[in-house]
């Protein structure tokens, strides 16, 4: 079965930096896009950023510049780095397989002061 556990989240000061992990298991990572979505609280779902098996990344409008995309396919593992954060980058972030949100993780909340 598709398991998808994020972690790296907590508080941060902003204008300071962070890097979520995401740790697959039960499908072919290193043939799969992967993506990072977010919900800030009491809005809506939003698309992070996300990677293709190879490397190619998209990144949100919001988040440009900002944060990167990485993935280790040998350790299924994807990777996000939050730099420069903004109070409006609190949220509950989670890992996707694939471009959609169906097979996704628990999440991890990241929380940024002013």
């Known amino acids: 079965a598709v398991r998808l556990v994020e972690s790296g989240g907590g508080l941060v000061q902003a204008g300071g930096s962070l890097r979520l992990s995401c740790a697959a298991s039960?499908?072919?990572?290193?043939?799969?896009?992967m993506t990072w979505f977010r919900q800030p609280p009491g809005k809506g779902l939003e698309k992070v950023a996300n990677?293709?098996?190879?490397?190619?990344?998209f990144y949100g409008e919001d988040v440009k510049g900002r944060f990167s995309v990485s993935r280790d396919n040998s350790k299924s593992i994807m990777y996000l780095n939050l730099n420069n954060v903004k109070t409006e980058d609190t949220a509950m972030y989670y890992c996707?397989?694939?471009?959609?949100?169906?097979?996704r993780g628990p999440g991890t909340q990241v929380t940024v002061t002013p």
């Open positions: 996707a397989k694939g471009t959609g949100f169906t097979d």
């Open positions: 039960g499908f072919t990572f290193g043939a799969t896009y």
């Open positions: 990677i293709s098996p190879s490397g190619n990344t």
